[in-house]
C-alpha cells in the first residue's frame, strides 16, 4: 500500500510543478491545489498506514495496544487542509482580480503590462 | 512555567479583536491600533527583561509536558526578536495614521496589522515545528490581504507572485515536516534535536534543506529572492515598512533557530552553502539595486542585500558571528523600517518616489533630509552610526574564522551600498526640482508621520554610540544558540 501511495504522492508533485510552470494562470491554481494534495498525501504516509486498528483504549487497559494507526499526523493534515483551503479561496479571488484588471489569463503578460 | 511567553501573542490578538468590534468607528479603532501596539512592545521588553535575568521561559500549553503538548519558549533570541516587533509595529501602526487612507481603514487594515504582529510574535516563540507552520500561514494569510488591500492594478500583480511562492515555501516546509514527524515521531524542536542526535540519518538531511529552501524563499536568499522587489514596492509605505522590517526577518529567524538547534550535525555540511548563497545574496541585491530608480524598489533590493550579511552569520558558525547576526538583525529592522518610512513620507509630499520626478526635497524639507540621511549612512555602515557596529563585529568574525573572501565581499556590499544612497541622496534631495513636478499634497509633512522617523533615528544613533547593551544580549543570544543544553533543558526539564 505505501508503495502504491508513494508512486501516487511523487506523480502528484511532479503534476503539480509542472502546472505551476505554466503560464496559465488557472493552471496555476490548479498547480497549487494538487500541490497541498500532494503535501498532505506525504505526511499521511510517511507516519505509516495502519488499517482497521483505531487508537482506542480497550476497556481496562491503560494504554492503547500496539500496532495502531497514529492519530496525530491525520490531525496536522487535518489543520493542513483547513489552512490551505483557506489560501486557495484567497488565491482564486486574487487571481479573478487579476484577470478582470488584466483581461489576460497569461502570466508573461501580466508582468509586462506593469504601468511603473 | 512562565506566562509571560505567552502574552506577545495574546496582546496583539485582543488589540486585532478590539478593532474588529470597532468597525466603523475609525478614529476608536486607530486608538485602540496604537495603544495595542504599544503594549505588545512594552511586553516584549518585559519578557526581553525576564529572559535576560531569569533564563530561558517556557509555557507548556494545557500543562502537557514537553514532547506531547505545544510548547511556547523564549530564548534570549526570541526575546529580543519578540522586542523588534512590538517596535515596528508601534512605528508602524504611528505611520499608518497618516499613510493608510480611510478606504483601506474601512476594510480592516488595524486589525489585520495586529494578526500580522501575532503571527510574528508567534513564529518568534513556538517551540514546535508544526506550530511554526501554523503561525507562518497566518502572517503569510493576513500578508496577502495587506498587500492586496486596496487593489491596485501593480498590487495584484506583486500579490500573484507573493502569493504563489509563499505558498510553495509553506508546501516545501511542510513536506520537511511529513517526512520528519514519519521517521521521528515528534515535532517539538528540543525532542527532535535530541533524536536527530542519537540516530542521525540522511532523513534529517534532506529535510534541513527543503526547510533552508522554504525559509529561504520567505527571507530572501539568492537565487530564491525575485518576488522580493516585484511585490514589495506596490502596497503603501506603511505595510512596505512592516513587510521590509518584520517579514523577511522571519525567515532568517527560522533558518537560524531550526538550524542552529534542531539539524546541528547538518548545519556542518550546509554551512559552505549558506555561506556561499549569502554572498551571492549580497552581491545581487546590492546590484540590482543600483540599477533601480525609484525609491520604494531600490530599497527592496537592499533588503535583499543585507539578508546576506544575516545569513552569512549563520553560516560562519562561531559564536561571535552569531552574535553578529544577531546584532545586524536589529540594526537593520530599525534601518530599513525607517528609510521605507522616508520614502513613503516622500511619496506622501510629492506624489511619486521615482527619482527622475524627484528633487529639491534638501531646501524644501531639510529636516526630512537629515531623518533620511542617519538612516541611510547606518544601512551602509558609516560610523559612529549602528550599521558600523553591525558590519564591524560581522567583519571581525568572518576575519576570525579565517573566512577572508566574506569579510572582503562585505565590505565591498558596504561601499556599494553607500553608492546606491548617496544615489538617492543627490537625486531625491540634493538636485533641482524637475520643472514639470507636481502632485502629492506639497505641505510639510505631518508630525505624525515624522514621529516613528525620529524615533528610529534616535535608535539608530543610540545603537551606534552605546552599541554595549545590545552587544551583551547579542553575544549572549548566540551562546544560548550554540550551547544547546540550557534550551533542551528549559523545554524538556525531568523528561530527558
Sequence with gaps: METVLALVIGGLYAISFYLMLRRSMVKLIFGLMLFTQAVNLLIFTAAGLTRGQPPIVPPGATAVPAPYADPLPQALVLTAIVISFGMLAFALALTRRGFLAMQTDDLDRLGRGAPE | ?496
Design chain 2, 1 to 496: 512555567m512562565s506566562t509571560i511567553v505567552v502574552v506577545p501573542i495574546l496582546v496583539p490578538l485582543c488589540a486585532a479583536i478590539a478593532g474588529l468590534l470597532a468597525a466603523g468607528r475609525s478614529a476608536l479603532q486607530r486608538a485602540l491600533s496604537v495603544a495595542g501596539a504599544a503594549a505588545q512592545l512594552a511586553v516584549g521588553v518585559a519578557l526581553l527583561h525576564t529572559v535576560h535575568t531569569r533564563g530561558i521561559q517556557v509555557q507548556q500549553l494545557g500543562h502537557w509536558p514537553a514532547p506531547f503538548g505545544i510548547t511556547i519558549v523564549a530564548d534570549l533570541f526570541s526575546a529580543i526578536m519578540v522586542t523588534l516587533s512590538g517596535l515596528v509595529g508601534l512605528c508602524v501602526s504611528l505611520f499608518a495614521l497618516v499613510d493608510i487612507g480611510p478606504e483601506r481603514e474601512r476594510f480592516a487594515f488595524h486589525p489585520l496589522l495586529h494578526f500580522l504582529l501575532m503571527g510574528v510574535a508567534g513564529a518568534f516563540l513556538t517551540g514546535d515545528l508544526f506550530n511554526l507552520f501554523v503561525w507562518f500561514e497566518l502572517i503569510i494569510m493576513t500578508s496577502f490581504v495587506l498587500l492586496a488591500l486596496g487593489g491596485e492594478r501593480p498590487q495584484i500583480e506583486g500579490a500573484v507572485k507573493y502569493l504563489t511562492l509563499n505558498f510553495i515555501a509553506s508546501g516545501l516546509f511542510l513536506t520537511a515536516l511529513g517526512i520528519l514527524y514519519g521517521q521521528f515521531g515528534t515535532l517539538n524542536m528540543a525532542d527532535l534535536a535530541i533524536r536527530l542526535d542519537s540516530q542521525p540519518s540522511g532523513v534529517g538531511l534532506s529535510s534541513a534543506m527543503l526547510m533552508l529552501v522554504a525559509f529561504g524563499i520567505k527571507a530572501g536568499v539568492f537565487p530564491l529572492f525575485f518576488w522580493l522587489p516585484d511585490s514589495y514596492h506596490t502596497p503603501p509605505a506603511a505595510v512596505t515598512a512592516l513587510f521590509a522590517g518584520l517579514l523577511t526577518k522571519v525567515g532568517v529567524y527560522a533558518m537560524i533557530r531550526v538550524l542552529t538547534l534542531v539539524f546541528t550535525a547538518d548545519l556542518l555540511v550546509l554551512a559552505p552553502l549558506i555561506v556561499t548563497a549569502s554572498l551571492l545574496t549580497m552581491v545581487t541585491g546590492v546590484l540590482g539595486a543600483a540599477a533601480q530608480s525609484d525609491i520604494r524598489r531600490l530599497l527592496a533590493f537592499h533588503i535583499i542585500s543585507q539578508i546576506g550579511y544575516m545569513t552569512l552569520g549563520l553560516g560562519l558558525r562561531t559564536e561571535a558571528a552569531l552574535a553578529a547576526s544577531v546584532f545586524y538583525i536589529v540594526h537593520n529592522v530599525i534601518a530599513k523600517t525607517n528609510l521605507f518610512f522616508v520614502a513613503g513620507a516622500i511619496r506622501h509630499i510629492r506624489g511619486t518616489s521615482e527619482l527622475r520626478e524627484l528633487g529639491g526635497l534638501y531646501r524644501d524639507e531639510p529636516r526630512l533630509a537629515a531623518l533620511f540621511l542617519i538612516p541611510a549612512l547606518a544601512l551602509a555602515g558609516i560610523p559612529p552610526l549602528s550599521g558600523f557596529i553591525a558590519k564591524f563585529t560581522l567583519v571581525k568574525a568572518a576575519l576570525t574564522a579565517d573566512a577572508f573572501l566574506p569579510a572582503a565581499v562585505a565590505l565591498g556590499v558596504g561601499m556599494l551600498t553607500l553608492y546606491s544612497m548617496t544615489k538617492i541622496w543627490a537625486e531625491a534631495f540634493w538636485k533641482a526640482a524637475p520643472a514639470d513636478a507636481d502632485g502629492g499634497t506639497r505641505a510639510p509633512v505631518p508630525i505624525v508621520m515624522l514621529l516613528p522617523i525620529i524615533a528610529l533615528t534616535t535608535l539608530t544613533v543610540l545603537l551606534g554610540v552605546l552599541p554595549g547593551t545590545l552587544l551583551d544580549l547579542a553575544s549572549g543570544a548566540a551562546m544560548q544558540l550554540l550551547d544547546r543544553r540550557q534550551y533542551l533543558d528549559a523545554v524538556l526539564g525531568t523528561a530527558r
